[in-house]
């Protein structure tokens, strides 16, 4: 899963303890009635090792992340806890989750058994009956024989493998514990458990890696025929290694101009071999192939309830989440989310992931979606500094607007260059325009 565009994760705002009867109380203030789409999120705070490039877990120790068993069951209660009390909550509040996708982290840190423990919980709590596509996230030399079966007899569909690159020195760079021949072996492993509907990861543009490099690393991906590719711009996110060397000048960044012509290049490679992309990022051949949970999100199709320590629900207009950071307190209290929001505009930056995400796709931010997801009028949102000073941004790197009044979006042509020069200008490090 790709991150919501360009946009930043606000600070936590103030308030929180949002409980199972408070949620119920906003649901039913919205007035609506009838049945209501919604994605399911199951986050896994925990990997091999921690990678030197990511920012989904730069808030949790090393140690925490590469928890044994002991810790891994303490959290799956959690989480089953969690999903039991919320579960038929939303589905007597006419809730029907039409996606599914467990992230982190690896959720295939987990074995069989913590997997099907928390697979249950889910089809007891909820109406699974309509769900489309189950994705789950892994690290190519995470997957096993057992696992890869497990998974799809609990009803897996879709497997996203972190590959990022093929290149020995760039695996290393990167702090991965596994090797290109890992990722061969993973995909293997998928087709032979009939799990065909998978994507690889990449990342274009690390620090250090010369555009050929990353060429190369593309032409082994596309080697394998996988149905979908993500390709991601790295981003240089404070907080990780890679980051502090490019502030220790230890690396060299690439400048927004390099950067986009690096992905330029990835994306006359990819459309040479059929794939087109159909939201920032996202590759495929054939559209039955595209991550249903991605376009839920950026189509703003929907609520969505994330279970977890670190994880992210919008629910009746509210923005909810459990801070990575209090991992302790979401084992003794998984009920009580920690930090809530409701949408307003004194505080647009709540819904940078929303705009952020639509304005990644074709369609962009359909207002009348945008209204039903948030409660809010998209040009009352539009008018506020932030998001001004957000837009004028994009178009300082060539992002060109279209409105036509159905929708906010930006022309297709422009996306990617809008993108990566607001990555480059909000992060924080010392990387320059040219
Ligand atoms: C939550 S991670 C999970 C992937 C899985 N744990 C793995 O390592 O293979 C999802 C994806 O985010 C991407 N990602 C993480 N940090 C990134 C960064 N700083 N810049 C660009 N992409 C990043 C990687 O491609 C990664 O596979
Ligand atoms: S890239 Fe994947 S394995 Fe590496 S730290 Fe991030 S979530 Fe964990």
Redesign the pocket.
């Known amino acids: ?3 919501a565009g360009p946009a930043v994760r606000p600070d936590p705002p103030a308030g929180g303890d949002v409980t199972p009867f408070e949620l119920l109380s906003a649901i039913e203030a919205t007035g609506e009635d009838g049945e209501r789409p919604l994605a399911i999120y199951v986050h896994i705070p925990f ?1 091999a090792s921690k ?1 030197h ?5 730069t808030d949790v120790p090393v140690a925490r992340l590469r928890s044994g068993s002991a810790a891994r069951s303490a959290y799956v209660d959690a989480l089953c806890r969690q999903i039991r009390s919320y579960g038929p909550l939303l589905t007597d509040a006419g809730y029907r989750p039409s996606v599914m996708y467990w ?5 295939t840190r987990l074995d069989p058994d913590e997997m099907r423990a928390i697979a249950d919980a889910l089809y007891e709590s909820f109406d699974l009956t309509a769900l489309r596509q189950w994705s789950m ?4 030399n ?1 997957l096993t024989a057992t696992k890869v079966a497990a998974m799809r007899d609990l009803g897996v569909t879709r497997v ?5 690159s093929f290149s020995p020195a760039q695996l290393r760079r990167a702090g ?1 514990a596994h090797t290109g021949a890992d990722s061969v072996r993973a995909v293997g492993l998928l087709r032979e458990h009939g799990i065909d509907n998978f994507n690889l ?3 274009c543009g690390f620090p250090g890696e010369p555009a050929p490099a990353f060429e190369a690393s593309l032409d082994e991906a596309l080697d394998l025929d996988p149905p979908h590719i ?1 390709v ?6 404070p907080g ?1 290694i ?1 980051a502090m060397q490019i502030d220790r000048a230890a690396v060299g960044a690439h400048t927004a101009g390099p950067m986009i012509r690096i992905y330029e290049r990835a994306m006359s490679m990819l459309r040479t071999h059929g794939y087109g992309e159909y939201c920032h990022g996202y590759w495929v051949r054939r559209p039955e192939d595209e991550d249903l949970d991605g376009n839920f999100k950026y189509d703003l199709t929907g609520d969505k309830i994330g279970f977890g320590s670190g994880a992210e629900s919008i629910i009746a207009h509210h923005l909810l989440w459990n801070e990575n950071s209090e991992y302790s307190r979401y084992l003794a209290d998984p009920l009580g989310f920690s930090v809530s929001h409701r949408f307003d505009t004194a505080h647009p930056e709540h819904l940078t992931a929303p705009i952020g995400g639509a304005l990644m796709t074709r369609e962009g931010v359909v207002r009348q979606r945008f209204h039903r997801l948030t409660g809010l009028d998209l040009d009352d949102v539009r008018a506020t500094g932030y998001v001004q000073r957000w837009f004028a941004l994009l178009h300082d790197f060539g992002g060109r607007f279209v409105d036509d009044g159905h929708s906010l979006r930006l022309d297709p042509a422009t996306i990617h260059t809008a993108y990566i020069g607001h990555l480059a200008a909000t992060a924080g490090l010392h990387i320059g325009r040219a």
């Open positions: 899963m790709c991150s990997c990678c490039f990511c920012d989904w877990v992230g982190g982290g690896t959720p996230e892994t690290t190519p995470d996203s493998v972190g590959v990022q991965r990861d990449l990342i993500s991601y711009p790295y981003r240089p996110t990780t890679m």
